[in-house]
């Protein structure tokens, strides 16, 4: 094609067969650009866990604060962790955003990854004029900041301390050997040049990092160095109930005890009042170290209860003072509806339910919605059908003569999440496997951190080997076409495994989400 005067139309048919090449190597992309994909959702769901678990551990931190020096001061130390996390978790999500504007990706095609193979606009937002812009800088200082801002509150946690210095340095990142070595900036070797849904998956790593080392911290802070006094000078009167408020009349079965509950914590003698009456011993008894009241509630408002307890240590009496209150109320007009397992009911599976009113039997409890039905007792199962939203409304007839109350409560309806795709039950962007067992290995699909265990069935999917055409492969194994193509690949080439077609084993109607695809690497 290169030699010699060309026609007009030989000039054509020359860059019509270019783009065509281009075009190929394009959709060879698509299915790693999926991959990128689904580990950004992954590390996504990570983050989310990791968010939840690390605000618990801080509450305990902070509740635990007031008891001696030592909490205090952990306390204080994991509020600065959060806050340095935050903002520069909190500033890669504002990064993040950016690149779906700046790529004009609408919020409903976000998982659409497949599209986001462009690189000009994070190129351009970090890098001009051949040095780090200041957009670019700004991503240098934000992490600087969260590394010199963590190190001193991991004083004496070498590993951790070694993790963060490793895992957020900005240095320049040398590539090539001997004479061949140069070094690259950290934008240029991170992010110039990559498509958005590789810098995005990079971010969303490095929001990963940040929860991960503040969970470590967290844990650290939690044990070890801190525990519980344990003099009973330093306890505290905690009292449980049965239930949160009490009806008119009825009879109030609060338990006070101290924090430890073996029987060696009952106390010797009791001094207790109950809305400055005292309580007789004939209304008190004892499980283990737990004290038992059974007082009647009285009328509506709020009841005190106080005195003392008194216990036996080192041949001393130790007086423990009680002041605790609770509340009766009236009859409840409300129901009680719960989903077992989720805040929202699902589209294609039975979803388990709790549906109660307070006070008031199971058989005296009617519950009707679109596609409810009652299992026993309390039990229900919502099968939801279309729609956003499904209302579900509850009758109750009160004991004692005391009529009728009703309810009702809306659910959101959400369908099944994306499955992703399986070998050998392995899921993630990329695999690792020899020849031979990618040729015996089933293909699967499976949801990921879903609430309910779905059996899903592989009925087909597309196998690319490089340099073989694509296969169309029927069930879940590779079929003779497939398992040819697999021999002529190259001992560390990349197979994919795409287009899996999936179907709930026993609700073959629904129709599931596209499944990630399977990307493998061949080491033998």
């Not at 592989?458 to 079929?479: C, D, E, H, I, R």
């Amino acid at each position: 094609m290169a030699g010699g005067k060309l026609s007009a139309r030989q000039k054509m048919i020359n860059l019509m067969y270019l783009v065509f090449i281009a075009m190929l190597a394009l959709n060879m992309s698509k299915e790693v650009l999926s991959a990128f994909g689904s580990i950004n959702e992954k590390l996504g769901r990570a983050n989310t866990s990791f968010e939840s678990k690390n605000n618990l551990a801080l509450a305990d931190l902070k509740k635990k604060s007031s008891e001696n020096e030592e909490f205090a001061k952990a306390a204080n130390t994991a509020q600065q962790a959060a806050n340095i996390s935050k903002e520069f978790y909190d500033f890669l999500a504002s990064e993040k955003e950016a690149i779906y504007v700046g790529n004009k990706i609408e919020a409903d095609a976000r998982d659409d990854y497949e599209t986001m193979d462009k690189t000009q606009y994070l190129d351009e937002r970090y890098y001009k004029g051949g040095k780090v812009s200041k957009e670019g800088k700004a991503f240098l200082d934000a992490m600087d900041k969260y590394r010199n801002g963590m190190l001193p509150l991991l004083a004496g946690n070498d590993a951790l301390e070694s993790q963060v210095k490793e895992d957020f340095k900005t240095d320049a990142v040398e590539i090539g050997k001997g004479t061949g070595k140069v070094k690259k900036d950290y934008i240029s070797y991170h992010f110039v040049g990559f498509p958005a849904v590789s810098a995005l998956t990079k971010m969303t790593q490095i929001q990963n990092d940040v929860k991960v080392v503040e969970n470590e911290l967290l844990s650290k802070l939690l044990s070890g160095n801190l525990k519980e006094l344990a003099s009973i000078d330093n306890y505290e009167t905690v009292m449980t109930t049965s239930k949160g408020a009490y009806y008119t009349g009825s009879t109030f079965d609060g338990v006070l005890s101290l924090g430890r509950v073996d029987a060696s914590t009952k106390p010797s003698r009791t001094e207790l009042k109950l809305d400055g009456r005292a309580i007789p011993d004939s209304k008190i008894s004892y499980d283990g170290g737990k004290l038992v009241l059974g007082v009647n509630t009285g009328g509506v408002g709020d009841h005190s209860i106080t005195g003392s307890l008194f216990y036996p240590q080192d041949g001393k009496e130790i007086e423990v003072k009680v002041d605790q209150k609770f509340t009766t109320i009236n009859k409840p007009n409300s129901a009680t509806i719960a989903a077992d397992k989720m805040n929202v009911v699902y589209r294609g599976v039975q979803n388990p339910m709790t549906i109660t009113f307070a006070g008031v039997s199971d058989n005296n409890v009617t519950a009707s919605g679109n596609g409810l039905k009652k299992s026993n007792g309390s039990k229900y199962i919502m099968s939801p059908g279309t729609g956003k939203e499904v209302t579900i409304n509850v009758n109750a007839k009160l004991p004692d003569g005391g009529g009728t109350v009703s309810d009702k409560a809306t659910f959101r309806i959400k369908d099944i999440p994306r499955p992703t795709g399986t070998m050998r039950n392995d899921d993630g962007g990329a695999l690792k496997m020899t020849r031979e067992a990618v040729g015996g290995a089933p293909v699967g699909a499976k949801l990921v951190d879903f609430d309910f265990d779905l059996n899903l069935k592989v009925n087909s999917f597309k196998f690319k080997a490089p340099g073989s055409a694509t296969v169309l492969v029927q069930g879940n194994k590779l079929n003779p076409a497939a398992k040819n193509a697999l021999k002529k690949a190259k001992r560390g080439s990349t197979v994919q495994i795409f287009d899996i077609k999936a179907k709930i084993q026993g609700n073959s109607s629904y129709n599931l989400r596209k499944v990630s695809p399977v990307i493998i690497e061949l080491t033998n």
